[in-house]
């Protein structure tokens, strides 16, 4: 006879078979429908990873919200004169002139340089930064459409070619006012892009092995993962919640086998 409640759902009394062993797990040598109280008693040594899973779910919302907090992080204040100048001006030059090439939109982006964000702008491609708000001769995009490069000049000649001098004095005074930019990255509607923005996307990063954060309670421990999650909840002054009982772990699970 099973050692397990045979009334449980059978796709979680499958699953409880096939968890990870753990010898630390104290239960019931048998349970019977008369002794209700050989699942409702707590467990008194560490939990198997059903009991793990459970405790995590809420790390994970609290995770969740504080990466979404972090990600609406707005872009800076713009004047109404500014805004009015980049929708009239600035924003029709970006569509007709370079979102063929620079783009989401585009059917292959060149020199991995993406202009139609205010992150993809900041950040550049293989030149560098497009553009440094307040610098037009620092900035990539002037020096461009000035056409004073060979090897850098946009738009190209078999694309329209060099822009109209009220185009580029424009775009030079655009820049000159600290490059004012009310676009937002069309995934997360307002802010950063989540991620990062094309080759500064986190999935271009080399992998690198970071230092474990000291957490002040060490007792909560398992391995090196949990440093990571308790030392976020610390710096946001929460604690993760105290141990469930098996009655409360077999309710989480049901819910989750059979729907609320």
Not at 232 to 252: Q, V, Y
Request: charged content about 25%; glycine content about 6%.
């Amino acid at each position: 006879m099973s050692s397990y409640p045979t009334a449980v759902h059978p796709t979680f009394h499958r699953a409880l078979k096939l968890r990870a062993p753990d010898k630390r797990i104290d239960r019931p040598a048998r349970w019977s429908r008369s002794d209700p109280a050989a699942i409702s008693a707590p467990t008194t040594a560490r939990s198997p990873w059903l009991h793990k899973i459970a405790a995590l779910v809420p790390v994970g919302v609290s995770l969740l919200a504080i990466v979404a907090a972090h990600a609406a992080d707005p872009a800076p204040a713009i004047s109404p004169a500014d805004l009015q100048f980049f929708e009239t001006k600035i924003r029709p030059i970006l569509v007709d002139d370079c979102y063929k090439c620079h783009s989401h939109q585009a059917d292959k982006v060149k020199g991995k340089l993406m202009l139609d964000t205010r992150d993809g702008m900041l950040l550049g491609g293989e030149s560098g930064p497009a553009v440094v708000p307040g610098k037009p001769d620092d900035s990539v995009l002037i020096q461009a459409i000035l056409y004073t490069d060979e090897d850098l000049m946009m738009p190209p000649k078999d694309h329209g070619g060099k822009l109209s001098d009220q185009q580029i004095a424009d775009l030079t005074d655009w820049v000159k006012r600290g490059a004012p930019d009310p676009r937002v990255p069309a995934m997360t509607a307002s802010g950063k892009s989540y991620g990062g923005v094309g080759k500064a996307h986190w999935t271009f990063q080399p992998v690198k092995k970071p230092a474990v954060p000291v957490v002040r309670d060490k007792d909560w421990i398992q391995n090196p993962i949990d440093n990571f999650v308790l030392a976020t909840f610390e710096a946001n002054g929460a604690h993760p919640n105290a141990a469930a009982d098996k009655r409360t772990l077999i309710r989480r699970v049901t819910f989750d086998l059979t729907g609320l």
